[in-house]
């Protein structure tokens, strides 16, 4: 399943992503320049392995024992990266959490040195620091779980409430999950097994067909309070196919 599409929507004029953005001026000589700049970017991997296409962007909580990768926003500059006593030296690095940080909040910095652009930045020195934390969590505990109301963005007009909700039994590995409303017409409550859960969000491919079948993925914004999921049901609950395909999109209640 690619995961491309599982980003937030962006309203940042100088990302070339984003419906608002506006071009550079060409005329400008200073258009496309930055200052230096230690911001970066936190994501946590769906799969074994790091490919664009399994990595899921988190802000603070996440998955013990599952990769994390932290992205460096600027390029062409040296990085250096301060990870409890660990220090790394490239853009991008990978690494685990284990179970006995659980709960622990872990600080990550990143100093970032370059050349800055003088004539555009006099007071740019070349330097920054940034420091984040993390807080790993096992999986009974993510965000992802709860009750939201929103509606399918087919149908805005008719809202509805859908619940995702971990199923226990092998505290503190939770990858089954209870799933209620997702099929407003019918209120059963499907099981579904074997998902892969980060802290914010899920990919529903386990449940059982004769419970009208969700599969699809949900993820929560940086907030944690609204959720965008797509996914698809059984058109009647005799048969997996044919499928209906919906986009939800609403608020966190519980």
Same mark, same amino acid.
């Given at each position: 399943?690619?995961?491309?599409?599982?980003?937030?929507?962006?309203?940042?004029?100088?990302?070339?992503?984003?419906?608002?953005?506006?071009?550079?001026?060409?005329?400008?000589?200073?258009?496309?320049?930055?200052?230096?700049?230690?911001?970066?970017i936190m994501y946590q991997s769906l799969l074994p392995?790091?490919?664009?296409?399994?990595?899921?962007?988190?802000?603070?909580?996440?998955?013990?024992?599952?990769?994390?990768?932290?992205?460096?926003?600027?390029?062409?500059?040296?990085?250096?990266?301060?990870?409890?006593?660990?220090?790394?030296?490239?853009?991008?690095?990978?690494?685990?959490?284990?179970?006995?940080?659980?709960?622990?909040?872990?600080? %990550?910095?990143?100093?970032?040195?370059?050349? !800055?652009?003088?004539?555009?930045?006099? @007071?740019? +020195?070349?330097? *920054?620091?940034? #420091?984040?934390?993390?807080?790993?969590?096992?999986?009974?505990?993510?965000?992802?779980?709860?009750?939201?109301?929103?509606?399918?963005?087919?149908?805005?007009?008719?809202?509805?409430?859908?619940?995702?909700?971990?199923?226990?039994?092998?505290?503190?590995?939770?990858?089954?999950?209870? %799933?209620?409303?997702?099929?407003?017409?019918? !209120?059963?409550?499907?099981?579904?097994? @074997?998902? +892969?859960?980060? *802290?914010?969000? #899920?990919?529903?491919?386990?449940?059982?067909?004769?419970?009208?079948?969700?599969?699809?993925?949900?993820?929560?914004?940086?907030?944690?309070?609204?959720?965008?999921?797509?996914?698809?049901?059984?058109?009647?609950?005799?048969?997996?196919?044919?499928?209906?395909?919906?986009?939800?999109?609403?608020?966190?209640?519980?």
């Amino acid at each position: 399943m690619s995961c491309n599409k599982c980003k937030e929507r962006c309203d940042d004029p100088t990302n070339p992503e984003c419906p608002n953005y506006v071009a550079p001026d060409n005329n400008d000589p200073c258009a496309g320049v930055e200052t230096t700049n230690s911001d970066f970017i936190m994501y946590q991997s769906l799969l074994p392995g790091t490919t664009q296409d399994t990595l899921i962007q988190f802000y603070h909580d996440c998955m013990w024992g599952k990769a994390i990768t932290l992205h460096a926003i600027q390029d062409s500059a040296e990085y250096h990266w301060i990870i409890g006593t660990n220090h790394y030296y490239s853009r991008d690095v990978t690494f685990q959490i284990g179970f006995e940080f659980v709960n622990q909040e872990i600080p %990550l910095t990143l100093i970032i040195n370059r050349s !800055p652009n003088l004539a555009c930045y006099p @007071e740019d +020195i070349g330097a *920054d620091t940034t #420091i984040k934390s993390v807080m790993p969590k096992n999986s009974c505990e993510a965000s992802i779980w709860g009750k939201y109301y929103g509606a399918w963005m087919s149908n805005p007009s008719d809202s509805f409430v859908l619940e995702i909700i971990s199923e226990t039994t092998e505290y503190p590995h939770c990858s089954n999950s209870f %799933l209620i409303g997702f099929n407003p017409s019918d !209120p059963d409550t499907c099981f579904a097994s @074997e998902n +892969i859960v980060l *802290d914010n969000f #899920i990919k529903l491919d386990g449940t059982a067909t004769y419970c009208y079948g969700p599969m699809g993925w949900a993820l929560l914004d940086s907030t944690m309070t609204q959720i965008n999921i797509e996914y698809s049901i059984n058109e009647n609950s005799s048969s997996f196919l044919p499928r209906i395909y919906n986009t939800f999109r609403g608020h966190r209640l519980s």
